[in-house]
Nanobody
Framework: VQLQASGGGLVQAGESLRLACAAY????????MGWYRQAPGKERELVAT???????NYADSIKGRFVISRGNAPNTANLELNHLKPEDTAVYYC???????????????WGQGTLVTVSS
């Protein structure tokens, strides 16, 4: 299973961005997808996840500002980042929990990360 992330960039505080993630390859199943982020000097932290059934989970720090959704295509997910703040500056990593056809059980899969920079 491989993940391809897109979106990100440099924006001003208060503006919006959209990130997209697509899982591809020898996929047997994807249980849920999501995004994590890592700011400079900090540990990687959960941003949001969405299950196949559309159930969502958000970090408290971004509730009410970010929206995660499954994409129209299978094994895709989108993250809308609204009302961005300078503290949202980080590398955002696409994540999937699922199985390739050779996995015996679900595993964690990570994308390459995309940089989001919010200027004040």
């Amino acid at each position: 299973v491989q993940l391809q992330a897109s979106g990100g960039g440099l924006v001003q505080a208060g503006e919006s961005l959209r990130l997209a993630c697509a899982a591809y390859g020898n996929i047997f199943s994807i249980n849920f997808m999501g995004w994590y982020r890592q700011a400079p000097g900090k540990e990687r932290e959960l941003v949001a996840t969405v299950t196949n059934g559309g159930q969502t989970n958000y970090a408290d720090s971004i509730k009410g500002r970010f929206v995660i959704s499954r994409g129209n295509a299978p094994n895709t997910a989108n993250l809308e980042l609204n009302h961005l703040k300078p503290e949202d500056t980080a590398v955002y990593y696409c994540y999937a929990y699922g199985r390739s056809s050779s996995d015996r059980w679900p595993l964690d899969y990570w994308g390459q990360g995309t940089l989001v920079t919010v200027s004040s």
